[in-house]
């Protein structure tokens, strides 16, 4: 079997079209599991022939060149290969944002594994292709995926591609500071903050997007100072943050009314964020807004607590309620200056079952 997938790797570098074809066929299956070392020998040639093939005219060849390479980019060594390359960066983002193209969402996902390398950040030195779609208007690489991902939700910009696995390209670019940057900052071909575009994803229908959308929120809150912009402005990010953690529950008058507008009076079928994992994120976004006194002072003043409250009481996960407790004793401490609290929050199973209105007595 190695002799014989030896064979097939060979015939990846082989002049004839057709044999390329017939080896690529084969190969597909073998891009997972350990026998997918095979395309590292050589020197990684093997990778080299498939950023030749990845440009076949026809969709089919293509797309099984696209499907090794981001299975292959599962090795950090291929990942910064790729993410060095701006010449194969430049021509998956043309790709992506090409009116019909039938490989778009494959191009997207073999870039959302691209951007797990900290070199994803050449993504910004790159040019994008102008007038290549009408409904993209900047000359921004980033700036076009954002509305490829904004503008093309459920096929409504390329009939092939719904463009959700950019999601976890934004959240990727998001973990560094140039990243960070771009998505707070506003835009000069649209006069809009990047993350407020995003914002509305926090509880759309696809799990990817929920996934990827909520790690860039988090991620983009590493930013320090922006914090008042994004908390206090037209962003008004925390809406969004807060309603995949509110479920059905009905608050006291006196609580709902502290939320913000958007979270107050939700319908008796309201449903909660299902994934654990997303709601962790979540969790971790508020914490990251704890960060500083305004954004503690500017979440207690809307309502927070009552809504991790309810949902530390109604999800039965630990991790989540690990990190509900960390929120909690977040917001509930003492400021400096502040008279000390006779009794500090606990949170406990126990505390919960005695006073289901509340995580603990102060």
């Known amino acids: 079997m190695a002799s014989e997938l030896d064979e097939l790797v060979e015939f990846l570098h082989s002049p004839q079209a057709m044999i390329r074809t017939i080896a690529l066929q084969h190969l597909v ?106 409904d993209l208007k900047s000359s921004r690489v980033l700036d076009q995926l954002m509305d490829c991902f904004v503008k093309g939700a459920d096929k409504k910009l390329n009939k092939f591609a719904s463009f959700d696995y950019l999601a976890f390209v934004f959240a990727d670019i998001s973990r560094l500071a140039e990243g960070r940057k771009y998505f707070v900052t506003e835009q000069e071909y649209d006069g809009v903050v990047p993350l407020s575009k995003l914002l509305v994803f926090t509880e759309y229908k696809n799990v990817v997007r929920r996934a990827g959308v909520a790690s860039a929120i988090k991620n983009s809150l590493f930013e320090l100072s922006e914090h008042i912009n994004l908390l206090d402005s037209d962003l008004n990010i925390l809406p969004y943050i807060l309603l995949p953690l509110a479920g059905p529950e009905e608050l006291p008058e006196e609580e709902m009314f502290e939320l913000p507008e958007e979270l107050q009076l939700l319908p008796p079928d ?19 807004l704890g960060a500083t006194r305004y954004g503690r002072d500017f979440m207690r003043a809307n309502g927070v607590y009552p809504i991790v409250r309810e949902l530390h009481l109604a999800v039965e996960n630990e991790e989540v309620r690990e990190i509900c407790e960390r929120f909690v004793q977040l917001i509930m401490a003492d400021e400096p200056g502040e008279v000390a609290a006779n009794q500090r929050l606990q949170i406990t199973h126990e505390a919960a079952e005695e006073e289901p209105t509340a995580l603990a007595a102060l």
């Open 29 to 134: 299956g073998y891009s997972t599991g350990e026998q997918n070392l095979i395309f590292l020998r050589d020197n990684c040639r093997p990778v080299k022939d498939l950023k030749v093939i990845a440009r076949d005219p026809q969709p089919p060849v293509a797309k099984a060149a696209l499907t090794i390479l981001a299975n292959m980019a599962d090795f950090v060594r291929i990942r910064n290969m790729l993410a060095e390359d701006l010449s194969f960066l430049e021509f998956i983002v043309t790709s992506i944002t090409k009116p019909n193209e039938e490989n778009a969402d494959l191009f997207c996902a073999l870039l959302a594994n691209i951007a797990k390398d900290n070199a994803i950040t050449n993504i910004f030195r790159i040019k994008a292709t102008k007038n290549q779609n009408k």
């Open 270 to 288: 309201k449903e909660r964020e299902k994934d654990h994992d997303i709601l962790i994120v979540h969790i971790e976004s508020l914490v990251m």
